[in-house]
């Protein structure tokens, strides 16, 4: 944000002023009640009234907003938009779901009713075994939102998880797009419409709105700013212990929110930091020492915070190391920049078809316009450190985030330099093309710069610096406002399993199977169990985890491979009932002995309900139907006693 030592080029940089504050001296001369101020209040008020001898006075001077009432409105604006993104979600948040890839919200629902346990039971925060039971999930390694899910706990057990889901998602783009706002008007920008652009872009670009529908962990980004603040900061602090504190506490709560967004917040303040010294090497003369009394503070205060959570992500059962190499190639095309995202007004979705890995990874999308815009911007603000910095992380963010082969149309031209980079410590469980959401970010502070500098024009026409600045940031923006995101209807969670019928049947330590079985494609089952606050295990699942299940290896999606687990999922892909060997069904049955399972539910109106009875039938017998379910009772052939 800042560069070290001041707001633009001075020590330590003037706060924004506030337009609603008055002087001492202004403020004692009003509270005078002579007749001649109220005389003249009167006649202010009346507005150019004349006087006897027939003079006018000038208009009175218009009373501004203070501070504080303007940013309510700017946050109430900011609300209101969220609403109107999440507006189809709200209609019915427990029977509406993104129209794609709807295995991440119930996902995110299941961490969100895992929350409610560690609240009300005390249970172990980090590990839990009633997930892909019974090797268990390493919720370190994935994104548990601990830190987003604990304070939702009175809204879940209110309203169910899916509709903190929904207030997640708002207040994650409402939030974000507010943060940055505030530290923006505060510390980068005096004109109150540049912070608003600029903070209006941070929390609802393309990319954000991409991963709303899914990820409400990763746009949950309403500390960035403050910790971007404190990080500039430091190069100037003359109290670096209790900054190097703020910091820490700043930086341990993000990490339960999404250490991804951590890591690149660090990484793009080094960056930015690297532009600014590079170009003013005096700099650094008096910025090392504070920042680095801070960063060993903020070390040692964030380690102690983070050490045992760590230790249980890195070193803990079911902990995995880097991601599989589908993910790791996940990069953004070329063309990706110069087109508007499928979530906004101008968007495409066939037309974005193979130009991202997939819909909720639209990290890019910024059309024509803006791109213009932005280059446009650096070269008519070249001369200012700060531009250069900021264009240059962005530029270098952009580069990252095309992964490791560039492409442009979806056919590759060269090999990217996160090829060189992608087996590091740390980075090898980054997804590259979310790197595109920093250069969002550093985009959205050259538009706030830029409009605050045409406010400050004063050698032209001030009507026409302020036409063409609307003029351009409709061309850039309009292209990409948001509308609401899509969703599809999916199946209410079934009477058997919230009327509690399940109940008799599944003991503390036994498992409830789902058909199909719980897995990245078929997530109802984890709905299921957020519902009833996870009361019952469930073997399987959507979530990272070492593959063949031996910690430490590399991460897969899901759990070790299970026979069972793929032949229903071919017979609820393609509805056709297959004909079973015998060493599947004994491979089978021992699969279910393993999960100790106790009873297997089908729901009546799942997808090809008929061919996976059918299935199910030849490993079981008949099965019997209660409420709205097929069941099988199968303690007979799982009990650990037989």
């Known amino acids: 944000m800042t560069p070290p030592e001041s707001r633009l080029d001075s020590t330590p940089g003037p706060e924004m002023p506030d337009s609603g504050d008055r002087s001492a001296t202004d403020t004692d001369s009003a509270s005078e009640p002579d007749a001649e ?7 202010a008020t009346a507005g150019s009234a004349p006087e006897i001898d027939g003079t006018q006075h000038p208009p009175a001077r218009r009373r501004r907003w203070p501070t504080w009432r303007r940013d309510l409105a700017v946050y109430g604006f900011f609300l209101l938009a969220a609403l109107w993104v999440t507006s189809q979600i709200w209609i019915n948040p427990a029977g509406r779901v993104a129209a794609l890839y709807s295995s991440d919200p119930a996902q995110v629902q299941y961490f969100l009713a895992h929350s409610v346990r560690v609240v009300l039971h005390g249970e172990f925060p980090f590990f839990t075994e009633q997930l892909n039971y019974p090797d268990g999930v390493n919720l370190m390694a994935n ?196 087109t508007p995202g499928s979530p906004t007004i101008g968007g495409n979705e066939r037309a974005n078809a193979g130009l991202a890995p997939n819909y909720s990874e639209e990290n890019a999308f910024f059309g024509w316009g803006l791109v213009v815009l932005v280059v446009a911007i650096v070269v008519w603000l070249r001369r200012e450190v700060l531009v250069r910095a900021f264009a240059f992380t962005g530029l270098f963010f952009a580069v990252l985030s095309l992964g490791e082969r ?100 599944v003991a503390e330590d036994q498992t409830l199977v789902a058909v199909p079985i719980p897995a990245m494609g078929a997530t109802h089952s984890m709905r299921w169990a957020a519902a009833v606050n996870l009361d019952f295990k469930i073997p399987g699942g959507y979530f990272l985890a070492p593959r063949n299940g031996n910690t430490g290896d590399p991460g897969r999606f899901g759990g070790r491979p299970q026979g069972l687990e793929g032949i229903l999922d071919d017979v609820a892909t393609t509805g056709h009932t297959p004909t079973l060997s015998e060493q599947q069904r004994r491979r089978s049955l021992d699969e279910l002995r393993h999960w100790n399972a106790a009873i297997l539910v089908l729901p009546l109106r799942q997808h090809h309900v008929e061919p996976l009875r059918e299935t199910v039938e030849q490993l079981l017998g008949p099965g019997r139907k209660e409420s709205d379910v097929w069941v099988w009772d199968v303690r007979p052939l799982t009990s650990r006693k037989a």
């Open 143 to 338: 994104t548990a939102i601990l830190a987003l899910g604990i304070p939702m706990v009175p809204v879940t057990l209110l309203f169910g998880p899916a509709v903190s889901f929904a207030v997640l998602v708002t207040l994650g783009l409402a939030g974000t797009a507010s943060a940055w706002y505030y530290v923006i008007s505060r510390h980068l920008v005096s004109a109150p419409v540049a912070a608003i652009v600029g903070g209006w872009f941070c929390g609802f670009s393309p990319a954000m709105l991409s991963h709303a529908n899914w990820h409400p962990n990763i746009i949950s980004q309403f500390l960035l700013p403050f910790i971007v603040w404190r990080v500039m900061v430091m190069t100037r602090s003359t109290r670096p212990i209790r900054d190097g504190v703020v910091l820490a506490l700043l930086v341990a709560y993000q990490a339960f929110i999404n250490e991804e967004i951590l890591l690149f917040t660090a990484m793009a303040c080094g960056v930015f930091l690297v532009a600014v010294l590079a170009q003013q090497p005096g700099r650094w003369r008096t910025a090392w020492r504070p920042l680095a009394v801070s960063v060993a503070v903020c070390a040692v205060v964030a380690g102690a915070l983070l050490a045992f959570p760590l230790y249980v992500q890195f070193a803990g059962p079911q902990a995995y190391h880097g991601l599989s190499d589908a993910v790791q190639d996940y990069g953004n095309d070329l063309a990706a920049f110069f």
């Open 406 to 505: 560039i492409s442009y149309w979806d056919r590759d031209l060269l090999w990217g330099p996160w090829d060189l980079l992608v087996k590091a410590p740390l980075l090898d469980a980054v997804v590259p093309t979310r790197f595109g959401m920093i250069t969002s970010v550093f985009v959205g502070l050259l538009l706030a710069v830029a409009v605050d500098r045409a406010k400050k024009l004063e050698t032209v026409d001030r009507r026409a610096v302020r036409g063409v600045t609307v003029a351009a940031l409709a061309i850039a923006l309009v292209p990409i406002v948001p509308m609401p995101l899509k969703v599809t209807s999916r199946p209410p969670v079934p009477k058997f399993i919230t009327s509690g019928q399940w109940r008799p049947y």
């Open 37 to 43: 101020a109220t005389t003249n209040r009167t006649e």
